[in-house]
């Protein structure tokens, strides 16, 4: 589910949203934070983000994540949508993921 959560929250970011601040990350990492009813959302700018200000990143991203999880609930076949947290880094500070760790959620709550 994480990476199903992370390809969606990536196409929101990049133009559902309508926010240039917001367009310019990408979904590095999606993570349960502790379970499947909250996950961490890791995001970090593109190579070619101007002026990046992880605050200002962050206000944005609160104010926006009532949007973001009526379009998660859209994609993910859940009876409840995870609340998410978020979480600003540099791309080089991004931890190399494994692509295949999917299903360490399952739909059980």
């Known amino acids: 589910m994480c990476s199903q959560v ?14 240039d601040r917001l ?3 990408y979904v590095a990492q999606v993570t349960p934070a502790p379970d499947a009813t909250r996950l961490l959302v890791t995001v970090a700018p593109l190579g070619f983000a101007k002026d990046f200000r992880p605050d200002l990143v962050m206000t944005r991203l609160a104010e926006c994540s009532g949007k973001m999880r009526t379009e998660l609930a859209r994609a993910i076949n859940r ?14 500070e991004v931890a190399p993921t494994m692509d295949h760790h999917d299903d360490d959620l399952s739909d059980e709550e």
């Open 6 to 19: 992370q390809r969606t929250l990536d196409l929101v970011l990049s133009g559902d949203l309508d926010d």
């Open 23 to 25: 367009r310019d990350l």
């Open 79 to 92: 009876r409840k949508t995870p609340d998410l947290m978020f979480r600003v880094v540099m791309p080089d």
